[in-house]
């Protein structure tokens, strides 16, 4: 699973809510009650860092949700989660051979870890995604 947890700036607006992201341009939405506004802000965030991510872009690193100002009268700040796995359309399984220390390979056995999830995991972090 790759998860990414961004804040999200929430205002009222005429249509009920809107939000955006702060931390990464060209995201807002909208919804008419807050559970229909965060499933919008979700689904924009994974949008846009999956399009980053596919376009070999770093993603921004997450403001720290205190920093974020606001008119506290309108707005509120929230963090919103995203799964990438559910966005990302380059996923499809590039076949890698490699080699791991035989102690590594049977106890990630013995523990049930999947390999490749794992690396992908790894390779994310590492990549700054």
């Known amino acids: 699973m790759l998860k990414k947890v961004y ?3 929430f205002e009222i607006d ?5 939000a955006y992201f702060p931390d990464i341009d060209g995201t807002a939405t909208q919804g008419k009650d807050i559970p229909e506004v965060l499933d919008n802000a979700s689904d924009v965030l994974g949008i ?3 399009d980053l991510i596919e376009e070999g872009y770093a993603l921004p690193h997450p403001s720290d949700l205190n920093s974020i100002q606001i008119d506290s009268s309108k707005q509120f700040v929230s ?4 799964d990438l796995n559910e966005y990302l359309t380059m996923n ?4 890698k051979t490699l080699q791991i220390p035989k102690w590594a390979d049977k106890r990630a056995k013995e523990m049930g870890i999947n390999f490749s999830q794992t690396l992908t995991e790894a390779l994310l972090e590492k990549l700054e995604a």
């Open 7 to 9: 804040p999200a700036v």
């Open 79 to 82: 963090f919103v989660s995203v």
């Open 14 to 18: 005429p249509v009920g809510y809107g």
């Open 48 to 50: 846009m860092l999956a």
């Open 92 to 95: 499809e399984p590039v076949k």
